[in-house]
């Protein structure tokens, strides 16, 4: 009698664009294991976004890079959707945020039970995932590694191949479906370990993201984000302002309202999408960029909205200029008003 | 086999792909999808996916601003 084959055994990738789960995922793969990546759009992913926007960006297209690296190391990659649960995430963070609005640790948890339930719809066996000891301050620590497996409800069916050799044996280890010997032990912030791994593994492309993988880590847009809570009195959020605070200069002139500027063409062409949904305002006497409003307004307000939307307009330095005001519910308007200087632009405005 | 529309206008990638990805799932192999977009980044990102995932791009076509893209579904292998 024969030894019937073994099974060949499933593992789901976190894949996030980036060298370490690629790396992560090529090992399994040397293993023998069939590997698929998932990879989750939470919103805020700095993936394309203002690259499509911008004109000057148009130039070099830029790729979806965990499209690219699905397809240099050869496997599918599974695209999900999590923007409405991801919300959860961002507002209560069970274990806070990290220098920004990162709450990284919960959405590590977060994404791991997400593919563990990808997992168990699709007959998986494991998931591994990039993440190294010691890598990120927050969500990447051996304290935060067990919290990770626990939270997820994922166990040890997660395996971190590039740090494994730090951690306790998890089961694809202990059934033998992956040989530990072939797991790394890499720690720290450095990147050498990675960089000659993927020499010795022909990998010799990767994008190198600085910082973290999304928005919530960059101060500005965290500061925008703060602001939009503040303002509105909740932690709430749609996709529309998330996109939104990606996007043009944001000025808040008067705590209930702000105006978004769009800074060049691309910019307000994507506004343009949003006439609709907010009072706008844009100068015809002088070309100019399309500003929304966002938050109610009064006279006064309305004034000095179309006041910036001069002052933001290649008209700055005339006395007056024509601005067309489409208040949201109303007739068109024509305002003519003298733009703001500079330095009636208080630096606290813009966000 | 049928032909089914998308419209993905005015979303950012990688909705765009989310969406063809998610309306594929529902046709059969030699279905086709045409999908119109905004985002020229959807130019790259769903021929990408298709090659992944075992369809195929067909080609594309561009009007005013709009770009539609059409694939037929493989069998996913
Ligand atoms: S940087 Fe953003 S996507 Fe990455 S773990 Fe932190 S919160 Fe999540």
New interface residues.
């Given amino acids: 009698m024969t030894n019937p084959t073994p099974k060949q055994r499933k593992a789901v990738s976190l894949i996030s664009g980036g060298l370490d789960s690629m790396l992560a995922t090529q090992a399994m793969l040397d293993q023998g294991i069939h590997v698929e990546g998932i990879n989750f759009y939470t919103g805020f992913c700095v993936e394309g976004h203002t690259h499509a926007i911008r004109k000057k960006d148009k130039a070099k297209p830029k790729r979806n890079n965990a499209l690219w690296v699905a397809e240099t190391l050869g496997i599918k990659l599974h695209i999900i959707d999590v923007i409405d649960e991801y919300k959860d995430v961002v507002i209560n963070p069970k274990h806070g945020y990290g220098s920004n609005l990162n709450p990284c640790l919960d959405c590590k948890c977060f994404m791991v039970r997400k593919a563990h339930e990808w997992l168990q719809e699709n007959d998986f066996d494991f998931i591994i995932t990039g993440e190294v000891i010691g890598q990120r301050p927050m969500s990447q620590r051996r304290d935060t590694m067990p919290v990770i497996q626990r939270e997820s409800g994922a166990e040890d069916r997660l395996l971190r191949p590039l740090c494994a050799k730090f951690l306790p044996e998890t089961l694809p280890e202990r059934e033998g479906w992956v040989d530990r010997d072939r797991l790394y032990d890499f720690t720290g912030r450095g990147r050498k370990p990675q960089i000659a791994l993927a020499a010795k593994m022909g990998i010799d492309d990767f994008a190198q993201p600085a910082g973290g993988c999304c928005f919530l880590t960059d101060a500005a847009y965290s500061n925008k984000l703060s602001d939009l809570w503040s303002a509105r009195g909740d932690r709430e959020y749609e996709i529309d302002d998330i996109m939104l605070l990606k996007v043009g200069r944001h000025l808040r002139p008067r705590p209930h309202f702000k105006i978004i500027v769009g800074r060049e063409e691309g910019e307000n062409r994507f506004l343009e999408g949003y006439r609709k949904q907010f009072t706008h305002l844009y100068t015809t006497s002088h070309p100019g960029p399309l500003v929304l409003l966002d938050g109610t307004a009064d006279a006064d307000d309305l004034q000095l909205a179309a006041q910036l939307a001069a002052r933001f307009s290649q008209g700055k330095a005339a006395d007056s200029v024509r601005v067309e005001l489409h208040e949201k519910g109303a007739e068109m308007r024509i305002l003519d008003v003298k733009p703001l200087t500079n330095d009636e632009i208080p630096v606290g405005w813009y966000l | 086999m049928s032909h089914h529309e998308l419209d993905a206008r005015?979303m950012?990638?990688?909705?765009p792909?989310?969406k063809t990805?998610n309306q594929v799932l529902k046709l059969t192999a030699g279905d086709t999808l045409d999908v119109t977009c905004t985002?020229?980044?959807a130019?790259?990102?769903i021929p990408?996916?298709c090659?992944?995932?075992?369809h195929e791009y067909i080609g594309h076509r561009e009007q005013d601003?709009e770009i539609i893209i059409s694939v037929r579904v493989g069998d996913g292998d």
Avoid: H, T
């Avoid at chain 2, 090659?51 to 075992?54: P, Q």
């Fill in positions: 005015r950012l990638c990688p909705m792909v989310i990805q985002d020229p980044g130019l790259n990102d990408a996916w090659r992944i995932n075992g601003d």
